[in-house]
Each structure stands twice: as structure tokens, then as C-alpha cells.
């Protein structure tokens, strides 16, 4: 066993039956079996897109189809998005759900102002969207118009399976970004600045 | 019209038929057409509306809540119609229509409609003979700009406050949008009227509405926001 111990020094030379059970366990594994390698990026946008927490803007029908979203039969807790705040300092993912009015607009908008970023936004539904069939003088044509949507949801309202599908594809976008570009253009922007 | 039922309101309703409301018109449209200049609405087919002249107009609501024949005692609805391109009408451009029933009997329902010119559109307020009247007027002035004369408070109340001209006239564009750059102002009226009812306001919440400079920037930011989103993806 003499050259064995050299080429795998963490071997010992006591039998592994005389041994401790969790100190083999741990001795065997090794370091190649403990430990991942990957990238910040991938490790931030891992964490970063399960574990979203939505704000719901909710003010039609499309709303009431995200409670049954929210509820047990669909239940969005499985993605990791069920943390639901009724703060926008709190949240990062805005789910306007429902028509919105010019009147309604400079609220929307401040309300995603002040959500931390970063921060996506789902457009749901036909409304959100392109106004739906309000195509009259008190509707916003989209939300589009005040703020930048990741998601878009086609439906009047939409099935939750369309909520789940946005999710998702909202998952693949957050976990497609990349945290260091994003830092190293703010510390650039800042050195400009500064 | 033996059978009566009780109303939420612990009222009795007697119950309508055809018979019933064809005598409730008939005795309604005679009084009208005698004591307050009333004239029969042909264009209404199913039930009984009665032009009056505008001066006659708070005189003969009065007298159909108050007169115990009648105590229509239910203002349902305000509002106007925009005759603009309407086919075959000669008349001034504007109506004001106001629905009236009664709590006591359902075959006491009827329709009054005062005729407005477009010069100077504009017919007398009763707000006080009914409470509703208020905001019922207020929606009216505020889609179709018909001033209520007496009205206490003609504000919009649909629309924001920065909108401009009144979008159920037909000469309104159907295509036009209308921003709006901040927050309609709520905190201060509701405490004005707070105070006005005899309350005590201890300490005045800062309004949360974003500054001008804030909203200058909404239709800016968002575009330049848009564009970063697109060049990113």
C-alpha cells in the first residue's frame, strides 16, 4: 500500500473498518464530490430566479386568475415565486395584471420606481398589454408606454398554465443575464461620473 | 295590485303589469304635458318619456318625489345624449335625461328629458332634491361639458384632472390619448372636507404625488428604458 499513499495522500492507513462512519464518508467523497464549480453568474441568476418575489398590480380579471396561480391546484410556490409583497420595496417582479387607465398610469409608474433593482415586470393579459378592446380615451394602449416589460402574456384573461409559461421564460431570462457585465458597466458608468 | 312585497327597506312594493304602467302613464303624461309644459318622447317605445322645458324641469321633479300619486323617491341616472349626426334630428344637439322610479310601486318608472342647445349648454341642478344628483351631474358635466347651473361642486369625476374637452361628445376624437403627468390630488380635498365636517385634523399627511421634474421624465425615461431593453435582447 506504500505507493497507493503517495499518489492519494488523503488515503490513510487505517482500515476503513476501524473507522468513525461520517469521517469515512467524508474522507472518501473528496473534494471532487463536495464541491461545484461555476461561474458568479450562473450562482447569482441561480438564486436570483428562484427566488422572485412578485408584486401584483392587480386590477381586472386577470388578477383573479393569479389567485388561482397563487392558490394550491397551480401553485406558484414551486418555482419559488409565492413570496407575494404588497410593497414595491420589497419585490422584484411587477405583475400587472389588469387594465390601466392614464389615470392609473403615473401610480403604476411610481410604484415601479421605487421597487429595487433588479427588477422585471410581466405584462398580463390582453389589457396590460395593448389596452385589449379599450381602444378609447381613457385607456393606456400597453404598459409598455411607462414601463419596460420582460413578459408578455397574450390571453383575455390568460389560464394560469400561461402564467406558469411566463414564469419560465422569465426564469430563462434572469438566469441568461449576466450580474458581472451589469457590474462592470455601473462601476464604468461610476468612474465616468466620478 | 293586491300583492305586495317587502322591499330591503322594509317598504312595501306593489308589483307592476302591463295594465299598471300603461295607467301610471297615462296619468303621469297628463299631468306633465298640463301643469309643466310637458311634450310625449316619440322615439321612446317601451316605456314613457316626457320632454319638459328647462325651467320647468326642477318644479316637475319636485312634484313627482314629493306628490303622494307619485313619490318617485329613486333619482337611477343621470345623463346626456350627443345628437350630433344623429339621423332626422332637428332639435337642439343635446338632451339631458333623468330615470325616476318609485319604491312603492314598480309600475312608476318614467324618463324626463330636457332639450340643450350647443351655444350654452346648460340646465338647472337638482342636487338638492336628490343627493345622488351630485355626482350623477358631476359624471354628466364631465363626458359631455353640460354645466348644471347651481351645481356645488362641478368637478370631473371620471377623468383626471388634466384632461381636456369631453370624450362621449361625438366631435371628440375617438383616436385621441391624454396623459396624465401626476397623481390626482386626493390628500388635500379629503382634509378640507374632513375639517368642513367638523373634524379635527391633527397633522396634515405630505402629499405623495411624484414632483413635476419627476414627471417630466415619464414619457423620456420609458423610451430610453424600451430601447435598452431591445438592444439587449
Known amino acids: 500500500m506504500g505507493e497507493g499513499a503517495k499518489a492519494a495522500p488523503q488515503t490513510t492507513s487505517i482500515p476503513l473498518t476501524q473507522q468513525p462512519p461520517v469521517a469515512a464518508l467524508h474522507q472518501d467523497a473528496g473534494l471532487n464530490q463536495s464541491m461545484v464549480t461555476t461561474s458568479i453568474d450562473a450562482l447569482i441568476g441561480w438564486g436570483r430566479k428562484n427566488s422572485l418575489w412578485p408584486f401584483t398590480f392587480g386590477t381586472a380579471c386577470c388578477a383573479i386568475e393569479f389567485m388561482a396561480l397563487a392558490a394550491s391546484k397551480y401553485d406558484l410556490a414551486r418555482f419559488g415565486a409565492e413570496f407575494m409583497r404588497f410593497s414595491p420595496r420589497q419585490s422584484d417582479l411587477l405583475i400587472v395584471a389588469g387594465t390601466i387607465t392614464y389615470k392609473q398610469a403615473p401610480i403604476l409608474r411610481r410604484i415601479w420606481e421605487q421597487m429595487m433593482e433588479p427588477r422585471w415586470v410581466i405584462s398580463v393579459g390582453a389589457c396590460a398589454s395593448t389596452g385589449g378592446f379599450y381602444d378609447c380615451y381613457c385607456t393606456l394602449p400597453g404598459i409598455d408606454e411607462i414601463v419596460p416589460v420582460d413578459v408578455y402574456i397574450a390571453g383575455c384573461p390568460p389560464r394560469p398554465e400561461a402564467y406558469i409559461e411566463a414564469l419560465l421564460q422569465l426564469q430563462d431570462k434572469i438566469q441568461d443575464s449576466s450580474y458581472m457585465k451589469d457590474r462592470a458597466a455601473a462601476n464604468h458608468q461610476r468612474i465616468q461620473v466620478g | ?233
Open chain 2, 1 to 233: 295590485m293586491s300583492q305586495t312585497a317587502t322591499t330591503d327597506l322594509g317598504r312595501e312594493l306593489v308589483p307592476a303589469n302591463a295594465q299598471s304602467r300603461k295607467a301610471f302613464q297615462d296619468q303621469a303624461f297628463q299631468i306633465l304635458s298640463s301643469r309643466f309644459e310637458g311634450i310625449l318622447d316619440p322615439a321612446d317605445r317601451w316605456g314613457l318619456t316626457v320632454i319638459l322645458p328647462a325651467p320647468k324641469l326642477r318644479e316637475a321633479v319636485r312634484f313627482l318625489r314629493d306628490d303622494s300619486e307619485f313619490q318617485m323617491d329613486l333619482l337611477l341616472d343621470v345623463t346626456a345624449i350627443d345628437y350630433l349626426e344623429y339621423p332626422g334630428h332637428e332639435e337642439a344637439r343635446y338632451a339631458v335625461v333623468y330615470n325616476l322610479r318609485s319604491q312603492r310601486n314598480a309600475a312608476r318608472r318614467l324618463r324626463l328629458k330636457v332639450r340643450v342647445e350647443e351655444e350654452s349648454p346648460s340646465v338647472p341642478s337638482i342636487h338638492d332634491l336628490f343627493k345622488i344628483a351630485n355626482w350623477q351631474e358631476r359624471e354628466t358635466w364631465d363626458q359631455y361639458g353640460i354645466v348644471f347651473a347651481g351645481h356645488p361642486d362641478l368637478r370631473r369625476l371620471l377623468n383626471h384632472i388634466e384632461f381636456q374637452g369631453h370624450p362621449l361628445r361625438k366631435d371628440y376624437p375617438a383616436r385621441k390619448r391624454q396623459w396624465l403627468s401626476t397623481n390626482d390630488p386626493l390628500v388635500d380635498p379629503m382634509v378640507a372636507r374632513l375639517k368642513s365636517n367638523g373634524f379635527t385634523v391633527l397633522e396634515a399627511p405630505t402629499a405623495n404625488a411624484p414632483s413635476v421634474e419627476e414627471t417630466d421624465l415619464l414619457g423620456k425615461v420609458s423610451r430610453e428604458q424600451r430601447n435598452n431593453v431591445e438592444k439587449q435582447s
